[in-house]
């Protein structure tokens, strides 16, 4: 596993968090190196200057296949939906076998 997403109600909570990941991480010999936060006091309390972090309020940061809009805080997903008039229980049965499989 090389991606967390994870999230916290005020930043006490995150500093804990962000602490013992790092800790948790540091006994199997790894580095936490890239994180971000829609917190500057966060991002300012860390001595580790390697976080990654765009100043650009429509940049998102994409993991897990997720899309994160820190500026608004919210989650982003694409969705491909096809166009056919009507569907057959067999259709479905396929399209969703076939994401499952994806």
Do not use: R
Request: one cysteine or more; a negative charge; proline letters at 1%.
């Amino acid at each position: 596993m090389d991606d967390v997403v994870s999230g916290a109600q005020n930043i006490d909570t995150a500093l804990q968090l962000q602490c013992q990941l790092q800790n948790l991480l540091e006994t199997c010999g790894m580095k936490l190196h890239k994180w971000n936060s829609n917190s500057k006091e966060l991002l300012n309390s860390s001595t580790d200057q390697e976080h990654s972090f765009s100043t650009n309020a429509e940049s998102a940061i994409k993991t897990l296949g997720i899309s994160w809009k820190p500026t608004g805080d919210y989650f982003m997903f694409k969705v491909s939906i096809s166009s056919m008039t009507s569907y057959s229980k067999q259709d479905v049965i396929e399209q969703d076998f076939t994401t499952l499989l994806d």
